[in-house]
């Protein structure tokens, strides 16, 4: 089936670093969505992105659609001891009839 | 305030024991599904149900089975016949029927055996 590889798998920054994350496959999504994930909470959506080559902002965190249709990342900037938790990108193809696919998740720490 | 409930937040499993995990959304959202989630592991797809009175398999339905009776409910039951229950368990809504779009998830149930 339909994989996406996410990296890191984990990270350690310093507060007020900035944080660049990824999500690749070897399919075309249509649709990429990036969730933030708290210790023993559901996943809360971040940014949703609809169309290659697209740049959305949601306050620090910036993600951007890949033009290949096949990639996607997420910046931090300026990360704060909130920041941490488990980020994971998503993917839908362009039917929309088949399920969404996940990463594995990037599970960051913010050392203060 | 619209949103997706999951209860109870923790529970445990005696062995051979059916336990049922509930899920209600006031989002008036068609589809609701079903996740399992490991330490270390992405969101494994268990059921999803685009509609009142049906639903799917998803990856790992084995050892589950759910219902869809009402729009606003879609409960959970983790079987006997799954050997190995403990695990995060996230439901999530979306508003289409048909359609795959953006998830909203609840704030997920921790099952653990006995």
């Known amino acids: 089936g339909q994989q996406l590889n996410q990296s890191p798998q984990s990270m350690f920054i310093q507060e007020g670093e900035d944080v660049s994350m990824n999500c690749t496959s070897s399919?075309?999504?249509?649709?990429w969505l990036w969730y933030k994930q708290d210790p023993g909470e559901g996943p809360v959506l971040l940014i949703a992105l609809y169309k290659a080559g697209e740049l959305t902002s949601n306050g620090r965190l910036t993600a951007q659609f890949g033009i290949t249709r096949k990639d996607s990342f997420l910046n931090i900037s300026a990360s704060i001891p909130s920041d941490v938790g488990i980020y994971f990108c998503a993917g839908l193809t362009s039917s929309g009839n088949t399920p969404l696919v996940f990463g594995k998740g990037t599970r960051l720490s913010v050392i203060a | 305030d619209g949103g997706i409930t999951q209860s109870p937040k923790y529970l445990f499993r005696k062995e051979g024991q059916n336990v049922t995990l509930s899920c209600e959304q006031n989002?008036?959202?068609?589809?609701m599904y079903w996740y399992r989630q490991d330490p270390g592991q992405g969101l494994r797809l268990i059921y999803y149900?685009?509609?009142?009175?049906?639903?799917q398999k998803g990856d790992i339905a084995e050892g589950y089975s759910v219902s869809r009776e009402k729009k606003e409910s879609f409960p959970l039951t983790v079987t006997s016949a799954q050997k190995n229950p403990t695990a995060f368990y996230l439901c999530?809504?979306?508003?289409?029927?048909?359609?795959?779009?953006?998830?909203?998830f609840g704030s997920g149930t921790q099952l653990s055996v006995l």
């Open positions: 989002l008036n959202h068609d589809a």
């Open positions: 149900s685009q509609i009142v009175n049906d639903f």
């Open positions: 999530a809504s979306s508003a289409q029927t048909g359609l795959w779009e953006k998830l909203f």
């Open positions: 399919s075309i999504f249509n649709t």
